[in-house]
């Protein structure tokens, strides 16, 4: 086979054409010179290194920041044919030492490594006494303390061009904004590297923000109506949240397993294994669990917290629909969230400068939460890349937000905050303003306030929503005191003067769309789907391998959809490489012929009635 980067890829990795600016970053590397990546999750950002290192002499070199990650990659490369091998603490002292002695004796084209294993003494001269194709430091935004993932052994990383002089480098990441880009290249010093910014638009994510009512069911109807059966991740911010939660999905009969950093290092391999390795299992999970997962076929992303900032949210979010295929990003989120995110950041004790910057990122979440135009063009915009025309795929633009005249309800909540003094929170507040002579009320005096009974056009959740609003836009914030209280911002005063008017969104309830994917195979071949699916089961555990390193839903999809009948039609599906098509060809092409002649038969039948 000629070693040219297209047929590479379509030998190899089974694809026909390069997407976006795939093409371009190969060839800039095979010619020697460095890059900055930014490209979205499920963009192609591996190929990008993986191509390079398949063509230029020696092995390319990858630093990836979590062990289940690399592992990951190298067995989805073992299954093509390549020699990949990974490096990392968990090995054992045997199985480290035959990977460097394969290593040594240029036996590889790809080796995985974690950044703190790399920069040990033993590691460094090792790679410096190897021959090098190239260097990729893999979700370099761990890099940039302004970040949302900020991995302080990244920042080590800046000694890779002394120690390696000549060996191309090139940074990739799925989020970065203008600060971390700007970081990135300082830290890693790639000053002269040429820089390729493929966008951030996921337009196979559904997004749905919705208001957080009965937290629990919510979730549990979104997932029963919408992706029973299907694999998902949930965020909690607690770890008894996620426990909790995890519990009760299993007692509601859904497969659901705990992660978080308070388990037992072995309790966290083994779900995640779990993960990865069956079809329809839901991850109940913090933020510890993230860059790790490299499963293609994650149907949704679910947050039932407010996530601390647009950068997290787009990354976790991300998680979903890898393959290209649909997926929902869905959330949930109310008042307590808002003031819960405030107060940590008023009780945090780190440098005055960061605390303002996450400020201003929090900011930012809650104006995509309480948006009332297309979030994907929010979204896009936070990372100054844009989308011309509404998505059609979030809930504010599949049905349309009704907004109203808040004007006079904000003023009142407003005056409400500062005639009992700017230290109350919001249920007492409400209370004042529904005319509720609680002893709490009474016991300060507050029955005989101007604002005592003024808001009774407004139920306590609808008040809720307009505090919440209020939050949101800035017009209030938490006191000083830390237990909750609401105070004025300065910007209020042209609101509460009458010289401004104000539109709040009236907040809904409805559930979303039903989800794509699902939507696009026939009745009458969901058997086939199925069938395919429970082969690629027997198969990966036949190898103790993911499913979808056997191939991903989306060639699955294309089986369905395509019906090929031979050998030579099914290698020209997306994902079906020359060892592919060797191992598994004929296994998957005997279902999908049968399953067209069963259909044949049924057609024939009626066509003789």
Known sequence: MKKTPLAILQHIFGFEQFRGDQKAIIEQICCGGDALVLMPTGGGKSLCYQIPALIRDGVGVVISPLIALMQDQVAGLQQLGVKAACLHSAMLPNNQQQVETALRQDQLDLLYVAPERLL?????????ASRLALLAIDEAHCVSQWGHDFRPEYLQLECLQQAFPGIPRIALTATADQPSQTEIIKRLQLQKAKHFISGFDRPNIRYRIMQKKN???QLLHFIRQYHLGNAGIIYCNSRKRVDELARWLCQQGLKALPYHAGLSGQLRSDNQAIFLNEESIVMVATIAFGMGIDKPNVRFVAHLDLPRSIESYYQETGRAGRDGLAADAWMLYGLQDVMLQRNRLMASTVDDQIKRIEQTKLDAMLGLCEITSCRRQALLRYFDDSASEHCNNCDNCLEPVTTFDGTEVARKAL????????????????DILLGKPTAKVCSVGHQHLSTFAIGQELDQQQWRSVFRQLLAQGLLSTNDEGYGGLKLKPVCRALLRGEVKLQLRLDRWAEVKK???HDS?????QGLWQALRAQRIRLAREQKVPPYVIFNDATLMEMVHHKPDNLLKLSSLNGVGDKKLTRYGSQFLVIIIAHSKKSENIVNKRKTR
């Open 515 to 517: 989800s794509q994917l």
């Open 215 to 217: 937290g629990r069911q």
């Open 120 to 128: 040990s003494n033993r590691c460094m001269k090792t790679l410096q």
């Open 521 to 525: 195979i026939p009745a009458t071949d």
């Open 415 to 430: 005056s409400c905050v500062y005639r009992s003094g700017q230290r109350y929170g919001v249920a007492h507040l409400i």
